[in-house]
């Protein structure tokens, strides 16, 4: 019913940048909360960022100033920038959305895209 689609993974250099998109599709009215989530090697799953449909952000106290979420309310879109990349970084990123109305008048809870795969290494 919502489809959500990362994209703008790959392969980044120690101190550099990338920026990551997710648009969300479907028979949607509104989203409360989009973020981002990842999962590093050996490591537990953990939150990056979220926003609210406000503009409110919440951020893993070791990414702030680091890396910004954003997102486009009218593409349904959240994006993540990531600067000043570590190896540590390195880590499949998941979207998802929390509290989507959708245009039918149902809601659903939370969904999650598949996945993009960031890697920082030189």
């Known amino acids: 019913q919502v489809q959500l689609v990362e994209s703008g993974g790959g392969l980044g250099q120690p101190g550099g940048s990338l920026r990551l998109s997710c648009a969300a599709s479907?028979?949607?009215?509104?989203?409360?909360?989009m973020g981002w989530y990842r999962q590093a090697p050996g490591k537990q799953f953990e939150l990056v960022a979220t926003?609210?449909?406000?503009?409110?952000?919440s951020y893993a106290d070791s990414l702030k100033g680091r890396f910004t979420i954003s997102r486009d309310n009218a593409k349904n879109t959240v994006y993540l920038q990531m600067n000043s990349l570590k190896p540590e970084d390195t880590a499949v990123y998941y979207c998802?959305?929390?509290?989507?109305?959708?245009?039918?008048?149902?809601?659903?809870?939370?969904?999650w895209g598949q996945g993009t795969q960031v890697t920082v290494s030189s």
């Open positions: 998802t959305a929390q509290d989507i109305s959708t245009d039918r008048g149902s809601t659903i809870g939370r969904s």
């Open positions: 479907g028979s949607i009215f509104s989203i409360n909360v």
């Open positions: 926003i609210t449909s406000g503009g409110s952000t």
